[in-house]
T-cell receptor, first 112, second 116 residues
Framework: GESVGLHLPTLSVQEGDNSIINCAYS??????FIWYKQESGKGPQFIID?????DKRQGQRVTVLLNKTVKHLSLQIAATQPGDSAVYFC???????????FGKGTRLSVIA | GAGVSQSPSNKVTEKGKDVELRCDPI?????LYWYRQRLGQGLEFLIY????????KSGLPSDRFSAERTGESVSTLTIQRTQQEDSAVYLC??????????????FGPGTRLTVL
């Protein structure tokens, strides 16, 4: 069936380095994507979104890249900080009336 | 403004008891969602309410699970005859459900349910 998955379940990076978190999706009809950050003991927080008519979108220290050809989504975090340590979920939306489909999540650990 | 709130934050119950979990969505959000998140795992969709439409219950794992929503406000998720495998964090989210299909969901802090 259709699914959203992640290439890497865990990622450890040095403080100050850039982080890249990857996500694969299988439904070519998906037209909207979101990245969420979930810190320990909290609900997921919206980070950044992108529509399928774009291939790149930048926020504050974060960039989302969308490659529709290979159905791949990535989240780049610049100058990773200890506060970036969390689980990151990608999510896709492929219909006007169905809920987001979430990926399994990647745990990012920042090494001071 | 206020975000999505959930209560209680923690609930410990005995196997076989019923529990009710509450969600207060962001004011003006027409869509409301319930998810289950087991320890160290991803988000499992349970149920979705959109305005006055019939809810999408396709994610409910068994008939022990049910949810209600009054208009576009509070929702309660009820689990009857709880089992140990129901132990998880139950997350609620709401969205404005912009026309065109974008569904930016905002999450509450969750209710951690422990079934002994």
């Amino acid at each position: 069936g259709e699914s959203v998955g992640l290439h890497l379940p865990t990622l450890s990076v040095q403080e100050g380095d850039n982080s890249i978190i990857n996500c694969a999706y299988s439904n070519s009809a998906s037209d909207y994507f979101i990245w969420y950050k979930q810190e320990s003991g909290k609900g997921p927080q919206f980070i950044i979104d992108i529509r399928s008519n774009m291939d790149k979108r930048q926020g504050q220290r974060v960039t989302v890249l969308l490659n529709k050809t290979v159905k791949h989504l990535s989240l780049q975090i610049a100058a990773t900080q200890p506060g970036d340590s969390a689980v990151y979920f990608c999510a896709e939306n492929y219909s006007g009336n169905t809920p987001l489909v979430f990926g399994k999540g990647t745990r990012l650990s920042v090494i001071a | 403004g206020a975000g999505v709130s959930q209560s209680p934050s923690n609930k410990v119950t005995e196997k076989g008891k019923d529990v009710e979990l509450r969600c207060d969505p962001i004011s003006g959000h027409t869509a409301l969602y319930w998810y289950r998140q087991r320890l160290g795992q991803g988000l499992e969709f349970l149920i979705y309410f959109q305005g006055n439409s019939a809810p999408d219950k396709s994610g409910l794992p068994s008939d022990r699970f049910s949810a209600e929503r009054t208009g576009e406000s509070v929702s309660t998720l009820t689990i009857q005859r709880t089992q140990q495998e129901d132990s998880a964090v139950y997350l609620c989210a709401s969205s404005r459900r912009v026309a065109g299909g974008r569904d930016t969901q905002y999450f509450g802090p969750g209710t951690r349910l422990t079934v002994l």
